[in-house]
């Protein structure tokens, strides 16, 4: 008997590939998959006789296959596999690329149904790689169709997996959903007029109609924000019977240290660092967050906040999401302190030493939270992007001073855009300063998307950019070439451009399968100008600066989200340059009108404030936010955007604390809310 901690390996069909894929994606049991949410829909609602098609349509058909061959096209180098198929009134021509494997799944004679978007070619209406679905035992259309019929589920996947082989798992399991027992408090669910989770897992996995995947999502989306304003709220009650070590402010120090700087600091960037300063005085611990754009200059603030702690004898931490981020701040802040008698030091996953933990101010990833290492007097514990760490992580820094029984002041910075009304009620526990201003001397950076046709003329333009002494980043969506996406990949296009297109030219190479030693050599050898072109993932999406790369030309542009391409965008920009970033949209992709205006939305849009009201926009009816929009590792369907969901949620959770602070007469929530917290981590 299958149970919800079955594991899916127990499941028909599966085997042990799937099982390793699916293991990728975080799924091991059967209720990981029941929890493992669509992103978006496609609507294949509307149903038509061939006879009755037209251009430009999301539309499904039933008929039988007449005619299936597999055929070479040497002009554009790829195998079409042409499908003809008919029904009572007409016939219609469909055809797919690069998937000769289909002759061997679809047969002449065959009952299918096809569903996608109509094209006119060739002076007819055809289907050009539709999704497809066999039809057995003569069931009338809908009957059990689950990838061609109604509004289908699409989920994020891994490289291997398919949306057809996800969605027929999920299907086998989804009456599971029953042994499901709801945590959440009945009063809650009552009194915000909330679907129970059980029929919110059968309406997002297979609604009906648009009105169940909104309610669905809202009762999904509170849960996740719910755990996370709860948590808040938990903090916030505990900081509240806590001291910590004040910071006297040293005046003449800090003066002296912004006059030395060589830029001058912008009025925002004062008055953030002014209010830290004033928090870190206080014997109740500083719980603040600083939110700025891309390049807005969140670095030297916390930089003051550091040089504060070390003038008082105190000891500081500034941890990163990652290694490259982590190295980053360490020389950053060793040129800006390189006049002050204090001692740094770097400690990352890769790189641990006992000097580290008796440095003024320490430098590094996660790892400074690891069990083993012990940091006494620490007064300041600062986190770069917020959004990537966990409160698990946070918990552990309240209880570093555990012998002295001081809990640090904390500051947390993020650059991912979220209204100050949004900010506090997503962060209940924390206060806000926000830098609006960029640096001044900064340009806005112009931002154009590239067709095809005009590929070789922007190539011309960053070699004449490089020629003038500048650098280039190169973005791609992965590591290495899929079968299943036409999409670039960074090793491919790293030896395209070196062999084919700039061989004068030196170009790097930086991915996130590459070892910590290549990867620090790959920057460190950009940073030195040893390279002209850096061609890389998106592991360089946070944080990394490099003043001297004034262009970043981004393929498959269309992938990514407008937030991500926002930070991409911020990587140049961070000097007196002109900078450009080129977009590139997938060669094998004709993009949507819809797309289309996204991706130049970047062409109107420079603060990220902007581009994040613009993706809420865009989204249309059916299409949910998930894990790779948000932001917000945590967050598979919740968006920063849902202010209602995210205000009811706070108050919801306001509430429950004053009223059961302990949580004593809540036990299934206090025990999803621990299995959350594990599952919250640095990414």
């Not at 799924?27 to 496609?42: A, K, N, S, V």
């Not at 070590?245 to 830029?263: D, G, H, N, Q």
């Not at 979220?418 to 997503?426: E, F, H, K």
């Not at 009223?659 to 206090?670: E, V, Y």
Request: charged share 30%.
């Amino acid at each position: 008997m299958l149970s919800l901690s079955s594991k899916i390996s127990d499941l028909p069909r599966v085997g042990p590939a799937n099982t390793k894929y699916l293991k990728k994606l975080g799924l091991e049991t059967i209720q990981d998959l029941l929890f493992y949410l669509p992103y978006r829909y496609d609507d294949f609602r509307l149903r038509k006789k061939i006879a009755d098609l037209k251009p430009d349509e999301n539309v499904s058909v039933q008929g039988e296959i007449m005619l299936i061959q597999n055929r070479r096209s040497f002009k554009r180098r790829l195998y079409l596999t042409e499908a003809l198929i008919a029904d009572e009134s007409e016939s219609i021509k469909v055809i797919w690329f690069n998937q000769p494997f289909l002759t061997k799944n679809l047969k002449v004679g065959d009952q299918v149904s096809i569903s996608g978007k109509t094209s006119f070619t060739q002076g007819q209406i055809a289907f050009i790689s539709p999704q497809y679905e066999k039809i057995y035992g003569g069931k009338n259309y809908g009957d059990n169709l689950i990838h061609t019929a109604g509004l289908i589920p699409n989920y994020h996947l891994t490289d291997g997996l398919t949306q057809k082989q996800l969605r027929y798992f999920i299907k086998q399991v989804l009456n599971l959903r029953n042994e499901i027992v709801d945590w959440l408090p009945k009063e809650i669910i009552r009194d915000f007029k909330l679907l129970d989770l059980k029929t919110a897992l059968k309406k997002i996995h297979a609604p009906q109609n648009n009105n169940d995947i909104e309610t669905a999502r809202r009762r999904l989306a509170f849960s996740e924000l719910f755990l996370r304003q709860l948590k808040s709220q938990l903090i916030k009650k505990e900081l509240s019977t806590q001291q910590a070590s004040p910071l006297i402010f040293k005046e003449k120090e800090t003066r002296a240290f912004v006059a030395s700087l060589p830029f001058k600091l912008t009025t925002d960037q004062r008055k953030a660092a002014w209010e830290i300063l004033q928090d870190l005085e206080k014997k109740k611990p500083m719980s603040r967050l600083l939110e700025g754009d891309v390049g807005s200059g969140k670095t030297v603030v916390a930089a003051l906040a550091l040089l504060n702690t070390a003038l008082n004898k105190q000891r500081a931490v500034l941890m990163a999401p990652t290694e490259i981020l982590a190295k980053q701040h360490f020389a950053s802040l060793t040129k800006l302190f390189k006049n002050q008698k204090i001692k740094l030091a770097l400690m990352t996953g890769a790189k641990k030493s006992s000097e580290a933990t008796q440095a003024d101010i320490i430098i590094g990833t996660h790892a400074l939270i690891q069990k083993n290492v012990e940091l006494e007097n620490l007064a300041l514990a600062i986190v770069d992007e917020q959004h990537r760490f966990g409160v698990r992580q946070r918990q552990k820094i309240l209880d570093f001073n555990k012998k002295d029984k001081l809990v640090p002041h904390f500051l947390s910075m993020t650059a991912t855009p979220i209204p100050r009304s949004l900010a506090l009620a997503i962060y209940g526990d924390l206060d806000l300063s926000i830098i609006k201003e960029l640096p001044s001397g900064r340009k806005k950076i112009i931002t154009r998307l590239v067709n095809e046709k005009s590929r070789n003329q922007a190539y011309d333009f960053i070699r004449q950019k490089i020629k003038a002494g500048r650098q280039a980043f190169v973005i791609c969506p992965l590591i290495e070439d899929s079968d299943r996406f036409e999409a670039k990949s960074a090793k491919a296009e790293h030896e395209h451009l070196q062999k084919n297109i700039f061989p004068d030219l030196k170009i790097g190479l930086l991915h996130g399968k590459m070892k910590s030693l290549d990867k620090e050599k790959a920057m460190q050898e950009f940073l030195d100008k040893k390279t002209d072109i850096l061609v890389s993932t998106s592991v360089i999406e946070v944080g990394v600066d490099v003043p001297n790369a004034s262009l970043i030309a981004i393929e498959g542009a269309e992938r990514f989200g407008l937030a991500q391409l926002h930070q991409f965008r911020g990587r140049v920009g961070r000097s007196e340059h002109q900078s450009y970033c080129l977009l590139f949209p997938s060669n094998a992709t004709t993009i949507s009108e819809k797309t289309k205006e996204r991706l130049t939305s970047l062409e109107k849009y420079h603060d990220g404030f902007s581009l994040a009201k613009m993706d809420l926009k865009l989204r249309g009816a059916g299409e949910l936010y998930g894990e790779m929009q948000s932001g917000f590792s945590e967050l598979q369907i919740a968006s920063l955007f849902d202010y209602e969901i995210i205000k009811k949620s706070n108050e919801a959770a306001r509430a429950l604390v004053v009223k059961d602070a302990k949580l004593k007469t809540q036990p299934l929530l206090k025990e999803k809310l621990g299995e959350w917290e594990k599952t919250i981590h640095l990414e």
